[in-house]
């Protein structure tokens, strides 16, 4: 059984030569497939600043939407089954 969660927002994570750099909060999603397999290269139209660092615009950074989980979807008979079989067991 899969665990569907409500879905309350999105972020796209900006990396620089490999190297993350930090992220902005998105209330829509910008590309259809999402996490690694959905990263693209870009080009930044504005300066991204984060804390100390900073991108200049013009820059290529690499991107990637993750989408931000909420609650489990269902009453709480479902959400305690889903918790229950998500376990990993691991017999030493």
Same mark, same amino acid.
């Given at each position: 059984?899969?665990?569907? =969660?409500?879905?309350?927002? =999105?972020?796209?994570d900006i990396y620089l030569n490999g190297k993350f750099y930090g992220s902005?909060?998105? /209330?829509?999603? /910008? ?13 930044? /139209?504005? /300066? =991204? ?10 820059? #290529? +950074? ?14 709480? #008979? ?10 990993? +067991? @691991?017999? @030493?």
């Amino acid at each position: 059984m899969k665990a569907e =969660f409500n879905i309350i927002g =999105f972020h796209k994570d900006i990396y620089l030569n490999g190297k993350f750099y930090g992220s902005i909060k998105m /209330d829509e999603a /910008d590309r259809e497939t999402m996490g690694y397999t959905g990263r693209r290269v870009e080009v930044l /139209d504005q /300066d =991204f600043k984060n804390k100390n660092k900073k991108i200049k615009a013009g820059t #290529e +950074v690499v991107s990637e939407c993750v989408p931000l989980c909420g609650r489990i979807k269902g009453n709480m #008979e479902q959400v305690i089954q889903t918790l229950a079989n998500s376990r990993v +067991v @691991y017999n @030493y």
